[in-house]
C-alpha cells in the first residue's frame, strides 16, 4: 500500500501481492495487454510538512503525537511517493515505445507531467524552509531524463519516416535540453539539500541503521543537508533542541514496520537527525577501520516495509540494502558491490 494525503493527485498502479514479506509490488503489464485489476493510489500535491490533508479518523496535523511517532513526515513521505511515482511512469512509457505504442505513451507523458508538477510544488516547499531559491530546486535529473528520452524517440520515428527536417528540429532541441540540463545542476548544486559537504553524509543508501533514543530500526532511502521540514514539524519532533540543531543531516528512512505500530494514516517514513543513527560499522569501528556488519550483529533479517521492494534491488553480503540506479542517480551515489564471504570469485 503506498501512503499518501487525500487526493489531488489520482495514479493508477497495480495492487500489491498478498504477501506478509513482499507489502507492495508494481506489477508492469505490457500496454497492449488487457489491464489487470488495479487500485488508485492518491497522493496531494500540496500540504508537506504539517499540512495536507488526510482521510477522515487521522490525527490532526497540528495535534502533539507520541514521542516514537514525532519523526514521521509526511513531506519526505511525499517525496519518496512521487519518486516511486516516477519510476513507475518511466517504465509505462519505455515500454509502450517498445510497442510503438505511441497514444498510451502520450497518456502515461500526461501523467509524468501532473507528477513532475508535484514534485516542483514540492521541492518548492522544501526550498521555502530552507531559504534556498525555488529555481534551484524545480527541476531534476529525472526530469531532464524523461524530456530526453522523449526527444530522441520523436527524432527516431523522423529518421525512420525519413523526415530529415524534423528530425533536424528534435536535435536542436536535445542541444537545447541539454545545455539546460547543466545550467540546472550548476544552479541546483549551489543549493542542493543533499549535498552533505566536503564529508558526505556518515550513512549510505541502503544502510540499516537503528535510532539511538527509541531503538527503532530503519533503512536510509535518502538524505537532506539540513532540515526542510516546517516549523510546525521541527516544533513537535523537539529537531531545533538537538546538539546539532537543524543545520546537520537529516536522513529519509524506512521504519521497519514491526517497531512502528500501523496507522494507516500517517507515514510510514521517518525525518531523523544524524546524531540520533547508529548501525554497527560505526559503532564497531576500530583504528579507521569499517566495524562489524549488520549481519554480523543481527543476522540476515530482512527489513519490513512496503516501499523496500520499489526502491531496492536485495540485500548486499553486510546485511544493508542495494538501491536501485535511478535513486543513486538522484544522490549522485556510485554504485557499490559487498559480496558475502567466498562469493567474490563467483562474480561475473
Same mark, same amino acid.
Given at each position: 500500500m503506498i501512503h499518501g494525503p487525500a487526493s489531488a493527485l489520482d495514479l493508477t498502479l497495480s495492487p500489491a501481492p498478498q504477501s506478509t514479506r513482499?507489502?507492495? *509490488? &508494481?506489477?508492469?503489464?505490457?500496454? &497492449?495487454? %488487457? %489491464?489487470? =485489476?488495479? !487500485?488508485?493510489? /492518491?497522493? !496531494? %500535491?500540496?500540504?508537506?510538512?504539517g499540512g495536507g490533508q488526510w482521510p477522515d479518523g487521522a490525527r490532526p496535523p497540528s495535534a502533539p503525537r507520541p514521542s516514537g511517532e514525532r519523526e514521521r513526515s509526511m513531506l519526505v513521505n511525499e517525496e519518496v511517493v512521487y519518486f516511486i511515482f516516477q519510476l513507475d511512469l518511466?517504465?509505462?512509457?519505455q515500454r509502450c515505445l517498445n510497442y510503438e505504442a505511441y497514444e498510451a505513451a502520450q497518456e502515461v507523458r500526461k501523467k509524468r507531467t501532473?507528477?513532475? +508538477?508535484?514534485?516542483? %510544488?514540492?521541492?518548492d516547499r522544501k526550498s521555502r524552509n530552507t531559504g534556498a531559491p525555488a529555481s534551484a530546486t524545480r527541476l531534476g535529473a529525472a526530469d531532464f531524463a524523461a524530456e530526453g528520452l522523449r526527444l530522441r524517440t520523436e527524432m527516431q520515428r523522423a529518421i525512420e519516416a525519413e523526415n530529415y527536417s524534423e528530425a533536424a528540429k528534435y536535435r536542436d532541441l536535445l542541444k537545447e535540453l541539454e545545455t539546460a *540540463?547543466?545550467?540546472?545542476?550548476?544552479?541546483?548544486?549551489?543549493?542542493?539539500?543533499?549535498?552533505?559537504?566536503?564529508?558526505?553524509?556518515?550513512?549510505? &543508501?541502503g544502510q540499516r541503521v537503528t535510532h539511538t533514543q527509541l531503538g527503532y530500526r530503519a533503512v536510509v532511502?535518502?538524505?537532506?543537508?539540513?532540515?526542510? +521540514? *516546517?516549523?510546525?514539524?521541527? *516544533?513537535q519532533s523537539k529537531a531545533d533542541k538537538l546538539k546539532g540543531g537543524i543545520r546537520q543531516v537529516f536522513y529519509h528512512l524506512l521504519v521497519d514496520a514491526r517497531d512502528w505500530e500501523y496507522d494507516p494514516h500517517l507515514p510510514p517514513v521517518a525525518y531523523v537527525a544524524e546524531e540520533l543513527l547508529t548501525c554497527p560499522e560505526l559503532d564497531t569501528a576500530e583504528d579507521g577501520q569499517p566495524g562489524k556488519s549488520w549481519s554480523e550483529m543481527y543476522g540476515n533479517d530482512p527489513l519490513q516495509h512496503p516501499y523496500l521492494y520499489i526502491l531496492f534491488l536485495g540485500? $548486499?553480503? =553486510?546485511? $544493508?540494502?542495494?538501491?536501485?540506479? !535511478?535513486?543513486?542517480?538522484?544522490?549522485?551515489?556510485?554504485?557499490? $558491490?559487498?559480496? /558475502?564471504?567466498?562469493?567474490?570469485?563467483?562474480?561475473?
Open positions: 513482499v507489502a507492495c *509490488s &508494481l506489477r508492469r503489464a505490457s500496454p &497492449l495487454a %488487457a %489491464a489487470p =485489476r488495479r !487500485q488508485v493510489v /492518491r497522493c !496531494q %500535491a500540496t500540504g508537506g510538512g518511466d517504465t509505462q512509457l501532473r507528477v513532475d +508538477e508535484a514534485v516542483a %510544488a514540492m521541492r *540540463s547543466k545550467k540546472a545542476a550548476a544552479l541546483a548544486a549551489e543549493w542542493d539539500t543533499t549535498n552533505a559537504g566536503a564529508g558526505g553524509p556518515k550513512l549510505r &543508501l532511502v535518502g538524505w537532506d543537508a539540513q532540515c526542510c +521540514e *516546517s516549523e510546525d514539524w521541527i *516544533s540485500m $548486499d553480503g =553486510r546485511g $544493508d540494502y542495494v538501491p536501485c540506479r !535511478q535513486l543513486r542517480d538522484k544522490y549522485s551515489v556510485q554504485r557499490r $558491490d559487498v559480496y /558475502r564471504p567466498g562469493e567474490e570469485d563467483k562474480k561475473d
